[in-house]
Each structure stands twice: as C-alpha cells, then as structure tokens.
C-alpha cells in the first residue's frame, strides 16, 4: 500500500520561504508523484504545480509562477516545493499527489484534475501579513 508524507509547513510571514517536502513509501516501478494541490478554508482544492516522470518538465498555475519551485529526486520517491515570496493568500493546506505511470498525462493535465490515485494527509501553510 502506498503511504504519503508531506514535511514543511508552518507560519511565515509574507514575504518569507518554505520549502515542503513529500515522501512515497510502498511504491511500485510504475508510481510516481505527480505534483502539489492545495486548499484554502472555503475553496475547492487545486492543482498549483506538477512535474513530469523524469522531472524535465514542470507546470504552475498562474497565481504561483516565478515564486515557487518544483523538483524531485532521482528515485522518484521525494517531490519538493520551494516556495518564495509567500503571499498571505498562498495559506492553505498543501497536498501532495501521486499516480500509477500514465504516457497521455502530462503536468498540466496532473494539475487540473483531482483524479488521483494516492494523497497525503496535508500540511498546514500560513502565511501572515
């Protein structure tokens, strides 16, 4: 059974960095993680940035690009998210994804669906103004 770790929240002020931090244990040759969602008190869950199998292609959504950076290790087991310049909006549980190998699913198509085959249980980002 896959499990899903994510490490890293916590309080900073705006302006401030974080660096999360998720780990797969369990995993087969064929699973990797996809990428980092998170959700806001009162908001639906999204996708904000994800990265391909071999991590050479990443994707952000818009309210995150240029201040926050995706990566992952080489055995595909640990995803990372640098975040900078963190904005009092950006506090939100932050979730991190992972999925069986798919060759038609690219990061965007990762991120804009929550259609994911294991999730960690979150951790909390606040970011004070």
């Known amino acids: 059974q896959v499990q899903v770790v994510e490490f890293g929240g916590g309080l900073v002020q705006a302006g401030g960095s974080l660096n999360l931090s998720c780990t797969a244990s369990?995993?087969?040759?064929?699973?990797?993680?996809v990428g980092w969602f998170r959700q806001a008190p009162g908001k639906e869950r999204e996708g904000i940035s994800c990265?391909?199998?071999?991590?050479?292609?990443?994707h952000y959504t818009d309210s995150v690009k240029g201040r926050f950076t995706i990566s992952r290790s080489d055995d595909k087991n640990t995803l990372y998210l640098q975040m900078d310049s963190l904005k009092p909006e950006d506090t939100a549980m932050y979730y991190c994804?992972?999925?069986?190998?798919?060759?038609?699913?690219?990061?965007?198509?990762?991120?804009?669906?929550?259609?994911?085959?294991?999730w960690g249980q979150g951790t909390q980002v606040t970011v004070s103004s």
């Open positions: 994804a992972g999925d069986r190998f798919d060759p038609l699913r690219g990061p965007s198509q990762h991120c804009s669906s929550l259609n994911h085959n294991y």
């Open positions: 369990g995993t087969t040759v064929d699973d990797y993680l």
């Open positions: 990265i391909t199998w071999n991590g050479g292609r990443a």
